[in-house]
């Protein structure tokens, strides 16, 4: 690239000033579709036609023995 080169991109490019960026607002963009996200999800899942079973208070055993003789419990 030679001088006149130089002054030609120079003239070009002087009227080029791009804005700043805002990182902020970029940021709380990201954070509103997150939260949007969440909540939908919430939404969705709480309106299932089956609800999910979390904890079982039942007593019974969850390994069951194949011929059928009851667990015991050694002392």
Known sequence: MDQRDQELLDKQ???FNPPPRND???MLVVLAVFFAGVTLGG???AYKSEPMQLASNDATPSIFIPNGAPPTTQH
């Open 13 to 15: 490019l002087r009227g």
């Open 24 to 26: 902020w607002i970029i």
């Open 43 to 45: 939404f969705l899942t």
